[in-house]
């Protein structure tokens, strides 16, 4: 098994930040609630971020459900792109935007600036997300970890597609100030995915992922051994993207709350 073990832990927080729309914000919200029921009390460190877009209402309800578990932050996309991947594209890279501006040194009463500056990754999710196992985000900011350890600052689960070099899915973690590592991360093409698009961009960031994966030609009734499978045939994943209905949740649920 590849170690995993970070030689230091950096102490500082992970964000996870779930980006939604209108249209699948009642998954969204179910997924929320179901990650803060995994915590067993509430989690110092990391920190839960709603991420609406722009013509998208916050739900007061599910964010104090959530608020019990995680600190909690509530942005708002400011570009008002729709449709796929056009509002998708706009609404993360608008995330990158507003997650450096809240790293830099805070400018005076009011600012929003400094207020993520104690936080390592800005880890971008989707309501398709769903966590394996109770330990996932410690698990993750270990993996983290090692990657900074390594010289490296994006996160995720690589595919050989999309691009020359492949790309890493956009369900990922990077640096919160990512935009002002690399220059550039401000738009895509009309019609290009950003993660693919920018993914000879990220390319001698990233590190390849074997806790999350990206189970995408699985959206619905992904059998267990799909589910269940590891990237490098050794480690139990973590996490896992693409599934549409509820079948992965089934699956967690009947494994991770069977004895409760």
């Not at 500082?12 to 919200?29: C, S, T, Y």
């Not at 959530?66 to 932050?73: E, G, L, Q, T, Y």
């Not at 450096?100 to 993520?116: E, F, I, L, Q």
Request: charged share 25%; hydrophobic share 40%.
């Amino acid at each position: 098994m590849p170690n995993l073990t970070p030689q230091k832990r950096d102490p500082r927080k992970i964000i996870v930040a779930l980006q939604f729309w209108e249209g699948d914000k009642a998954r969204a919200m179910h997924l929320a609630k179901f990650i803060a029921d995994l915590e067993p009390h509430k989690n110092e460190k990391v920190d839960f971020a709603f991420v609406a877009r722009f013509d998208a209402k916050h739900d007061r309800e599910v964010i104090e459900y959530v608020a019990r578990k995680f600190n909690v932050w509530t942005l708002t996309g400011t570009r008002n792109s729709t449709g796929w991947p056009d509002g998708c594209n706009d609404l993360a890279l608008d995330l990158f935007q507003q997650s450096a501006a809240r790293t830099r040194v805070p400018r005076g009463p009011g600012s929003v600036d400094g207020t993520w500056r104690n936080h390592k990754a800005l880890y971008l999710i989707e309501s398709d997300v769903m966590p394996v196992c109770r330990d996932w985000l410690a698990r993750i900011s270990d993996e983290w970890d090692v990657a900074q350890e390594n010289g490296k600052f994006v996160l995720g689960s690589w595919s050989p597609y999309h691009s020359p070099v492949g790309h890493i899915n956009g369900n990922m973690l990077v640096a919160p100030d990512i935009v002002f590592r690399l220059k550039g991360l401000e738009s895509c093409p009309f019609r290009s995915g950003w993660d693919a698009y920018f993914g000879p961009k990220f390319s001698p960031h990233w590190w390849k992922s074997v806790l999350l994966q990206n189970h995408y030609d699985y959206r619905a009734n992904i059998p267990p051994e799909i589910l269940w499978s590891s990237v490098d045939g050794v480690t139990p994943p973590a996490v896992v993207h693409g599934v549409k209905d509820l079948s992965a949740e089934r699956q967690v649920r009947a494994r991770l709350f069977s004895k409760e």
